[in-house]
């Protein structure tokens, strides 16, 4: 709460992170439980990209939040639904962590482990922009799982297989991506445990592993074979891989340059990491020194104990793998491959950002620095204790975060109120800005807050156009660049387009033209009275144009 107080104690519609992925999101948690109460397909959807609709297993729909959230969103709004995931995304990490830690070591050292992962510079980047991504506790729990079968063997196949089965379901209907994140840090995790009890141990743990793997196949195959057949097979399903793998990536030298999220960042540390590719919230593989010292000790001064060593060795080959298929220090990137190749050539799974591992790394580095505060509890020179805590502190300081970022976001009163006078239920509306990316993601707040009640031929989503080609947004049109150029401040079209914006309008049966509150509006106000030979009227901080005939376009009038 403290983290989250520009969110909770500002304004009761404040959005956490603000960004266009927030306010996507934030459409999401709308969606699911529309569709459900509607009787429509939750999976694809023509409220957005209208006619052709999007297949929305492709973009992180997030369902189970949104059912769960359902009773907050009908109530309190979708917007508090978000900034309620985001603040439980951070308590169940920690939670999870600690249960995970407390199997291993005493109490106040697993609250301690707990507390650096769920608070890690990673999740505290994520969460205030990423809620779905900050849903971090499949790393915890899966290796509880391994844990329990493998190592410990207090939990037989049938148990642990089940509730793995459920666990995957669950990511899998949040964040879709964990799932593939987290197959390839068990596969590490596995690796080095099959690595450090040798070839004959292996072998026999090998049916229990399979007998587990058969029971998680049926919780999972019953909750996701109806999400993922549509995403798989469905209408509108994107070909190949999504890039961003060479993009999103871990920086070696983000480690140890602080970014904007810790309170301790200078200037000439933030000029840095601008230079990283990806965006400061992907950008979140920092530990800082203190922290990287005080984990490369333990891991080397305690590197007998079993739990430390798998740590260490998964912690270190899994940061590899986050530094994507090639090398990256300072925002110079290297013609060095990396093993992070081999995952991206594989289809669908290929799609992970490989940046995003680094929430296992803070995994393990959490682990280590539990061994390290309970061996510290153990110590009885003074001395020492004292040398352990001002290193604790030390790490502390080093990650301590800023507020998180929150954002008041403009809804125009005009989408608050039933808007059937201008467009009735159901129809397709042209907003404007022209909604195709994150920073002109607030038509689809607006659609949301307005309940579903009309469609756009718009919105921030990867999908595919009339070819089955992958695109970023709406596959672009006359009107989409003209609206676009006119957001960006290059003036107003000459009339030569007219006829063209005409005709999609028409394609796309548009019932009414909004424009709501944006940069350049009097341009884009000048624009659609030319096009549609009209004056708008101001409703609800909106400038509307009903059409009267969707299919001609013949008659426009300002309701």
């Given at each position: ?21 927030a ?11 529309w ?7 939750p ?6 990209n ?20 359902w009773?907050?969103?009908?109530t ?45 510079p990673?999740l ?10 900050a ?5 915890p ?10 190592v ?5 196949p ?7 089965g ?9 964040f879709?991506?964990?799932v ?30 399979l ?7 049926l ?18 399903r ?11 990536v ?15 960042s200078p ?31 333990a891991a ?6 079993p ?29 060095l ?20 591992l ?8 959490a682990?280590?620095?539990?061994v ?9 020179v ?10 604790l ?15 008041q976001p ?46 756009m031929?718009?919105g921030?989503f ?6 089955g ?16 150029d ?15 914006i005409?005709?999609?309008l028409?394609?796309w049966?548009?019932?009414?033209v ?34 009267t ?10 309701p």
């Amino acid at each position: 709460m403290a983290f989250l107080h520009t969110v909770w104690f500002t304004s009761p519609t404040a959005l956490a992170g603000g960004s266009g992925d927030a306010q996507q999101t934030v459409w999401f948690l709308t969606w699911t439980p529309w569709a459900v109460s509607h009787g429509a397909n939750p999976f694809l959807t023509t409220h957005i990209n209208a006619p052709q609709g999007v297949n929305l297993m492709w973009d992180a729909l997030a369902p189970l939040a949104a059912l769960v959230l359902w009773p907050v969103t009908a109530t309190a709004g979708a917007v508090v639904s978000y900034d309620l995931m985001v603040t439980l995304d951070l308590v169940l990490a920690a939670w999870c962590a600690y249960l995970l830690l407390r199997r291993h070591v005493r109490q106040l050292a697993a609250l301690a482990g707990g507390a650096l992962y769920g608070f890690s510079p990673f999740l505290l980047s994520q969460a205030p922009s990423h809620g779905k991504v900050a849903f971090a506790v499949m790393p915890p729990l899966l290796l509880l799982l391994i844990d329990g079968l493998l190592v410990r063997r207090d939990y037989g196949p049938r148990r642990a297989g089940l509730q793995l089965g459920l666990l995957v379901a669950a990511q899998l209907l949040v964040f879709e991506e964990g799932v593939v994140l987290g197959l390839v840090a068990g596969a590490v995790v596995l690796l080095v445990l099959a690595l450090r009890a040798g070839r004959r141990r292996t072998r026999e743990a090998v049916p229990r592993l399979l007998r587990a793997l058969a029971w998680a196949a049926l919780p999972l195959l019953v909750i996701a074979a109806v999400p993922l057949g549509f995403q798989l097979f469905g209408p509108n399903r994107v070909p190949g891989t999504v890039p961003g793998g060479s993009v999103y990536v871990t920086d070696l030298a983000n480690l140890v340059v602080p970014t904007p999220t810790q309170l301790i960042s200078p200037d000439a540390a933030q000029q840095l990491t601008a230079r990283l590719s990806g965006n400061t919230v992907e950008n979140a593989s920092y530990l800082g020194v203190p922290l990287l010292l005080l984990a490369l000790f333990a891991a080397w001064r305690w590197r007998r104990r079993p739990l430390v060593a798998v740590a260490t060795w998964s912690g270190v080959a899994l940061a590899v793998l986050s530094l994507g298929p090639q090398l990256h220090v300072g925002g110079h990137v290297s013609r060095l491959p990396l093993p992070w190749r081999v995952v991206e050539a594989i289809p669908v799974l290929g799609s992970a950002l490989p940046s995003r591992l680094w929430v296992y790394v803070d995994l393990a580095v959490a682990v280590v620095l539990a061994v390290f505060v309970e061996e510290l509890l153990r110590q009885r020179v003074a001395a020492l204790r004292w040398a352990g805590a001002a290193a604790l502190v030390l790490v502390g300081v080093a990650v301590f975060p800023r507020g998180a970022v929150a954002a008041q976001p403009v809804v125009p009163a005009f989408f608050t109120a039933p808007i059937t006078a201008a467009a009735p239920a159901g129809s397709t509306v042209l907003v404007a800005p022209y909604s195709h990316d994150a920073e002109t993601a607030q038509p689809m707040l607006w659609q949301a807050e307005a309940g579903m009640s009309f469609r756009m031929p718009e919105g921030y989503f990867v999908g595919v156009d009339a070819t089955g080609t992958r695109t970023d947004g709406p596959a672009r049109t006359a009107t989409s660049t003209v609206m676009t150029d006119v957001a960006a401040g290059r003036g107003v079209a000459p009339a030569g387009v007219d006829a063209q914006i005409l005709a999609e309008l028409r394609r796309w049966k548009v019932s009414a033209v909004v424009v709501g509150p944006m940069p350049h509006e009097a341009d884009m106000i000048a624009l659609f009275t030319r096009v549609l030979h009209a004056s708008p009227r101001k409703r609800g901080g909106a400038y509307v144009w009903t059409v009267t005939s969707g299919a001609a376009l013949s008659r426009v009038k300002a309701p």
